[in-house]
């Protein structure tokens, strides 16, 4: 549930030329289709904004609905490379900071990792990374 519209330029002008960057909204399927449309492979990173809190209904939305708007998509567009979906380490946990992150995130770890599953029966080529904390630092930062 973005509370801005998606914008593919800053991301494109980070990338090699040829790498085509296609706006859509993953709570939206009606936008999917297009953008989907011919991709060679599809890099999912999408997820809740850091550093707010989400109800539970807006992590279901984006963290899950989501995933399984753009696993439709490219089943409907006959979408055939890998599908990327970069996710949250901790999905499985039960410890004390995942469960904080859950109360604080509307159950974003269980969001994802519903998702994970869904990916995982897709039939799709696939591959799930979960990734640690990410912080814009130079390279070799620690």
Same mark, same amino acid.
């Given at each position: %549930?973005?509370?801005?519209? *998606?914008?593919?330029?800053?991301?494109? $002008?980070?990338? *090699?030329?040829? !790498?085509? !960057? &296609?706006?859509? @909204? /993953? #709570? &939206?399927? @009606?936008?999917l289709a297009? *953008?989907?449309?011919?991709?060679?492979?599809?890099?999912? #990173?999408?997820?809740?904004?850091?550093?707010? *809190?989400? $109800?539970?209904?807006?992590?279901?939305?984006?963290?899950? @609905?989501?995933?399984?708007?753009?696993?439709?998509?490219?089943?409907?567009t006959?979408?055939?490379? &890998?599908?990327?979906? %970069?996710?949250?380490?901790?999905?499985?946990?039960?410890?004390?900071?995942?469960r904080?992150?859950?109360?604080?995130?509307?159950?974003?770890?269980?969001?994802?990792?519903?998702?994970?599953?869904?990916?995982?029966?897709?039939?799709?080529?696939?591959?799930?990374?979960?990734?640690?904390? /990410? %912080?814009?630092?130079?390279?070799?930062?620690?």
């Amino acid at each position: %549930m973005s509370t801005t519209s *998606p914008t593919p330029s800053p991301a494109a $002008s980070r990338l *090699p030329a040829g !790498v085509a !960057v &296609r706006a859509a @909204d /993953l #709570t &939206r399927s @009606d936008t999917l289709a297009a *953008p989907i449309g011919g991709a060679a492979h599809i890099i999912l #990173t999408a997820g809740l904004y850091s550093g707010y *809190p989400a $109800s539970n209904a807006t992590a279901r939305a984006t963290e899950f @609905d989501g995933v399984l708007n753009v696993l439709g998509a490219a089943r409907r567009t006959g979408f055939a490379g &890998r599908f990327l979906y %970069m996710t949250a380490s901790g999905v499985r946990s039960r410890s004390v900071p995942a469960r904080g992150l859950n109360l604080w995130k509307g159950n974003t770890l269980t969001w994802r990792w519903r998702a994970e599953e869904a990916i995982r029966a897709s039939g799709l080529d696939y591959s799930i990374i979960r990734a640690g904390f /990410l %912080m814009n630092r130079p390279a070799g930062w620690r």
